[in-house]
């Protein structure tokens, strides 16, 4: 059986034969308002425009390839975040998802915390002013020095990821003289329907405790008898790009189930759940993503209902979205270089990025949308494959999408959605420059993480 295309991979599903698709956009000079930033649109002249800047001017200032990032479609949906879930839940934002100091800023100001994974994820928080307390360090295998530095920091949280870390993070919390607070991730045997790389809860996978035979319970038993550790949670992440609520609804019933267990075992009442993040964003038209008010309300009446049905107090809940926020509030923007027809197939579109700049479609099979922003066009649509210049057949960026036939070398192309682990996950594959990240906002634009230098790659090759 087949599966099919999905925006974070296949989905479980029967799909339509190779070289089977759907019609193209009546208008392919629309911009549907789900894919693209809240303030993009065109002009009088039909350039594409995003916080009162127009494609061509970013071009030329900055350059292409270029992530062009909404600073006010950021801020509104970080704000949204806030707001849906109010004063007595928690929104940390996943910083893997895309992080820099002008980022970690913007969290600041809009009142929410931040989940970090590494030391260098550590490192950009505290320089740009996040507060130690409002970040929570995860991670499957974070070294004894990361540890260090995070219980030295005064980080609110650790999230325990195994029964050495129990061990290592109550030891290293001692020598500072230190009682640290942590989350266990129990991993709860929920399958999300998502990609096999970033579904997270099923029992064979790296990360977390698992439920099954007794082991989070024992990871409880031991965190509670550590001085060093302050037990105040249970977390659960079940994947991501999820649209599905049914999941959380599965993990919410078997984390309350172990909290019930842990109270009629150890007399204590854990105050705290987390549920993760993952919820899905339209990377097409065909996505239809809930509204964080929408997920509010579900997960707290999920929890609810579950803590109720146990006798349990409800737990201050706390969410982890990333992609959620910062996904749809940026595109990328490249140059058309070439365009080779093939007859009978498609006509391949190549820019002057690829995978290096947006590895999910090659990692993935991740689905994109693509626009034509330097002008409008009446020409007839033609089925295209938007590729990179790297050397290799895998380097897709939109595996298939529909442009105007009179595309010509030197049009502005833009794919929007890529705010989420594009630049996060970016490389120097044959020595390709990582583009920037370019802020837009109220018609005045600036660098926020500038563009690689050839100079950049030969400081770290030392000969």
Same mark, same amino acid.
């Given at each position: 059986?087949? +599966? ?9 599903? @029967? ?21 693209? $930033?809240? #303030? ?23 350059? #292409? &390839? $270029?992530? /062009?990032? @909404?600073?006010? %479609?950021?801020?509104? +949906? ?24 002008? !980022? ?7 009142? *929410?915390?931040? @989940? ?9 928080? *505290?320089?740009?002013?996040? &507060?130690?307390?409002?970040i929570a360090f995860h991670g499957n295998n974070k070294s004894v020095d ?5 219980? %030295? ?17 109550a030891h290293v919390a001692q020598s500072l003289g230190k009682r640290q ?14 990609h096999e790389f970033i579904a997270t809860a099923h029992e064979d996978q ?20 550590? %001085?060093? *550790? ?11 790009? /999820? ?38 964003? $339209?990377?097409?038209?065909?996505? %239809? ?9 579900? *997960?707290?009446?999920?929890?609810? +209902? ?5 006798? =349990? ?25 070439? /365009? ?40 007839? &649509? ?17 595996? @298939? ?11 502005? /192309?833009?794919?929007? $959605? ?16 990582? &583009?920037?990240? !370019?802020? !837009? ?18 400081? =770290?090759?030392?000969?």
């Amino acid at each position: 059986m087949s +599966r099919s295309a999905h925006p974070a991979g296949p989905r479980h599903a @029967d799909v339509l034969p190779e070289g089977h698709y759907s019609a193209p956009p009546a208008d392919l000079n629309a911009l549907h308002p789900k894919v693209w $930033a809240h #303030t993009v649109t065109r002009n009088a002249d039909g350039v594409l425009t995003v916080g009162g800047v127009d494609v061509t001017a970013l071009a030329e200032e900055h350059g #292409t &390839p $270029a992530y /062009i990032l @909404d600073e006010a %479609d950021f801020r509104e +949906r970080a704000r949204a975040w806030r707001t849906a879930f109010g004063a007595d839940a928690d929104v940390f934002y996943a910083g893997k998802a895309f992080l820099s100091r002008a !980022v970690v800023r913007w969290l600041h100001e809009e009142g *929410l915390n931040l @989940d970090v994974c590494s030391g260098g994820e550590l490192t950009t928080a *505290l320089s740009a002013g996040m &507060p130690a307390d409002r970040i929570a360090f995860h991670g499957n295998n974070k070294s004894v020095d990361e540890i260090h530095r995070a219980i %030295d920091a005064g980080v609110g949280r650790i999230v325990l990821d195994s029964f050495q870390e129990i061990v290592r993070v109550a030891h290293v919390a001692q020598s500072l003289g230190k009682r640290q607070r942590v989350q266990i991730r129990i991993t709860v045997g929920v399958e999300a329907h998502t990609h096999e790389f970033i579904a997270t809860a099923h029992e064979d996978q790296k990360f977390g405790i698992p439920l099954a035979g007794g082991q989070a319970a024992e990871a409880v038993r031991r965190a509670l008898q550590l %001085d060093g *550790l302050e037990l105040i949670g249970l977390h659960s992440h079940i994947g991501s790009q /999820i649209f599905d609520m049914s999941g959380f609804e599965v993990a919410a019933h078997r984390v309350v189930g172990l909290l019930k267990d842990i109270r009629d075992e150890h007399g204590v009442e854990l105050p705290e759940i987390d549920l993760g993040g993952g919820l899905g964003i $339209a990377y097409t038209s065909d996505d %239809d993503p809930r509204e964080p008010h929408e997920i509010a309300k579900a *997960l707290t009446e999920i929890v609810t +209902r579950e803590c109720e049905g146990a006798r =349990l107090r409800t737990p201050r809940i706390s969410v982890e979205p990333g992609r959620a926020i910062v996904g749809p509030t940026a595109f990328t923007l490249y140059e058309v270089g070439t /365009i080779k027809p093939l007859d009978g197939l498609r006509t391949y579109v190549s820019v002057d990025g690829g995978m290096s700049d947006n590895i999910r479609t090659a990692l993935y099979d991740a689905e994109y949308s693509v626009a034509l922003v330097s002008r409008t066009s009446d020409a007839k &649509p033609m089925l295209a494959r938007v590729v990179g210049k790297h050397c290799e057949s895998g380097d897709i960026v939109v595996k @298939d999408a529909f442009l105007p036939s009179d595309l010509a070398p030197g049009d502005l /192309i833009a794919v929007p $959605a890529t705010g989420a682990y594009c630049r996060s996950m970016a490389s120097n594959y044959n020595h390709v420059l990582r &583009p920037p990240v !370019v802020a !837009v906002r109220e018609g005045e634009s600036r660098v926020i993480v500038r563009r690689e230098t050839e100079e950049d790659l030969l400081r =770290l090759d030392v000969g």
